[in-house]
């Protein structure tokens, strides 16, 4: 079950975090069209914490953070395409 979007105080972008990177539409629905779920992960806004075999739930999350919660869907190339599944303030 995916947790639903948590409003915050500090909403943001993750076009903005450390490493993350905004790909075309096209991409997109090449890397979604057979996709299947990988692990997710909890990214902070220079640290990654992870991988879990299950979507991350802010009980296991440190307290005080705010997250963005990934999950892999497939590498292109060099590049592993995720997608953005919620944010949690923690």
Known sequence: MIPPRESSARPISPSKVLGVQVIS???YEEATRDF???K??????IRWLGPFDNIPLRDI???GEYFFIVQ???RINTKLVQRMVTQLDC
Request: proline share 11%; no cysteine; aromatic share 6%.
């Open 72 to 74: 892999d869907i497939k």
């Open 40 to 45: 997710s992960y909890a990214k902070l806004m």
């Open 25 to 27: 539409n096209e991409l």
């Open 36 to 38: 299947a779920p990988g």
């Open 61 to 63: 999350l440190p307290k």
